[in-house]
């Protein structure tokens, strides 16, 4: 009980500041939108983000996984539970407690299972139907690098890791490490491409 109190606590300290995260969250999906807030005030990006709140499911679950977390951190009892049920009604997002995600990662569209002792660095844009998490028997999920792009329907599975600006393609399945710059596809993923290879 004491160490898994122990073990909560860590992983809650590595979560990102909630209006970092936040306005780094509505950066990126403003550019990839075609709105780029590269020089804009905080203000300005804040007033962004709760647009993108508005008029998209996957931004408004991003943002209650981000309030959850800081919920979580703070010690507060049934409100991130009630963030996480929200998350899931309204875009399909389900990220567990143990996920750390980096500030700036674009979820483009809802659907998306990330579970386990989870990393997602800077960057990263995941899409639709994509599951991050364990195989049977494990508590240690992947560990994602920043830049990185995960096509819809991928499942990356296990103590994996993917490295910085790989591109794991539509549908593969990630059941072993993955180089840095490295183009992955197939079921189990293989690689096809390496940047500078």
Known sequence: MQADRAFRRQIRA???HLRRALLADARIHSAHRGR???????????LEALRLMWESDSFLGQSLYRLKARLQALGVPILPRICHRLAMVSAQIQIGDPVVIQPGVHLAHGQIVIDGIVEVGSGT??????????????????????????????KVLGPVTVGARAKVGANAVVLDDVPTEATV???PARVVGERGG
Do not use: E, K, M
């Open 125 to 154: 844009t995941i899409f639709p139907f994509v599951t991050i998490g364990l195989v049977a028997g494990q508590f240690v999920g992947p560990t994602i690098g920043p830049q990185v792009s995960i096509g819809s329907g991928a």
């Open 185 to 187: 596809v197939g079921a």
């Open 14 to 16: 590595r979560h990102p």
């Open 36 to 46: 780029r807030l590269d020089s804009a005030s905080g203000p300005r990006v804040a």
